[in-house]
């Protein structure tokens, strides 16, 4: 071929790209929780030297034909690596999907996967009547809008350490089989998202970036981290870990602290302690370092100064607080993590996230100070940021 034959690629008009990739989002989430679903990644991970689509087919006795085209799609997706030697084509997990999406490997982000389509993506239906009726502090007015089943609207109260769930629709209690799994009460069995489930979550959440956080700032010297609103304890472990000479205490809503206790590694439970309260009515137990993960975009300004101010309150001076949040830009146009995660505050409480020049200005006006910030990054749903309350 001359040349001169070369011809120019061809190029779709891009006003339309951003457009495309927002609906093949979608897709991509539905390829991964049906492929969760049916665990794909446990039969592959069984194997070593990777399978090949006729012998995963007649073992799982799926259409060869689909099964050749979804592993083709997880290739794509980087879920999956798909290798010819000899004529022979064979698929085998990634690094990623081994680490991470493996039910029998700890942490995993399963459970959160499942959260987003189970929960989340159930949520934004309510956009348009968030839209119209503006923003609720009361989960259980979410609840009867129609589009959250019971134990979606108690988990995520647990979670945000709301007690206002004293309706005639929602049962305050929801009974557990021995797998700690919902008995369910209705036909919706199938979306539904037990408590369990949905801290381990909370759990996945949070495992991207756990070890990052807890390198951030030098807590060396420091004896107790009070993790407040700790859900199982997960972050506490690793600061924990971290710090040979630190002890931690997750303090939460009493139910949270018994589903937490079930889950808690043996080795950590001479150094983490849970103790049972609730934001508003109780005091704090005593620390030298307070942590906030995900908490303080839950509230409105007026719950924040509450939280913040019995923080402060309790440090003794030299005592930090540290906020593990995701920072909004200054125009609040992205990150595009950040970004959704505030309109999901939208739609499930009146909470937001802030920028960090916000998180800056809350815990200077309650006094902290030497105040450093961090942003993580990579696609996570966490910054951090210190304040010290002075000698």
């Known amino acids: 071929m001359m040349a001169d034959d070369i011809q120019p690629p061809l190029f779709s008009d891009p006003l339309a790209d951003p457009i495309v990739k927002i609906t093949d989002a979608a897709k ?43 592993m083709n799609t997880l290739v794509c997706l980087q879920l999956l690596e798909k290798t010819t ?19 029998s490997k700890k942490p ?38 129609g589009k959250m089943d019971e134990l979606h609207i108690i988990s995520l109260s647990k979670q945000m350490n709301r007690t206002n769930l004293e309706t005639k629709n929602i049962p305050t209690q929801v009974p557990l089989d021995k797998n700690q799994n919902p008995v369910s009460t209705n036909v919706k069995q199938k979306n539904q998202l037990s408590p369990i489930n949905f801290m381990l979550a909370m759990d996945g959440i949070i495992t991207p970036t756990a070890s990052v956080i807890t390198k951030a700032f030098d807590l060396s010297g420091h ?41 808690q590694d043996e080795d950590m439970k001479s150094r983490v302690t849970y103790v049972e309260g609730d934001f508003f009515k109780d005091n704090f137990p005593q620390a030298d370092v307070i942590l906030l993960s995900h908490i303080i975009h839950n509230w409105e300004r007026n719950g924040v100064d509450v939280i913040l101010g019995k923080a402060f309150s309790r440090l ?52 902290f100070r030497n105040i450093e910030a961090k942003t993580i990054e990579g696609f996570n749903y966490h ?7 002075p000698f």
Do not use: W
Not at 31 to 57: D, I, K, R
Not at 115 to 143: C, F, H, P
Not at 237 to 254: T, W
Not at 339 to 349: G, I, N, P, T
């Open 28 to 70: 991509k989430l539905k390829v991964l929780g049906c492929v969760l679903e049916l665990g794909l990644f446990e039969e592959m991970e069984q194997s070593c030297n990777g399978v090949s689509v006729p012998t995963l087919a007649i073992k799982l006795a799926y259409d060869e034909d689909v099964l050749q085209r979804i």
């Open 85 to 103: 030697n000899n004529g022979s084509t064979v698929y085998r997990n990634t690094p990623a999907t081994s680490k991470y999406l493996i039910l």
């Open 108 to 145: 995993t982000l399963i459970h959160y996967v499942n959260s987003e389509i189970k929960m989340v993506m159930t949520m934004y239906d309510n956009i348009s009547t968030v839209l119209q009726r503006g923003k609720t502090d009361n989960l259980s007015e979410a609840y009867e809008r």
């Open 223 to 263: 004896k107790t981290l009070l993790d407040l609103g700790g859900c199982s304890g997960y972050l506490t472990n690793e600061f924990v870990r971290n710090y040979p000479g630190l002890k931690g205490v997750v303090f939460d809503l009493p139910d949270t602290v018994k589903l937490a206790k079930t889950l």
């Open 316 to 367: 003794p001076c030299g005592g930090a607080l540290i906020l593990a949040e995701k920072f909004l830009n200054e125009e609040k146009t992205g990150p595009e993590t950040s970004v959704l995660f505030d309109l999901s505050m939208s739609l499930m409480c009146k909470g937001r996230e802030r920028t960090q020049t916000e998180y800056r200005q809350l815990l200077f006006s309650h006094g």
């Open 383 to 389: 910054d951090i940021i210190i304040g010290r309350k």
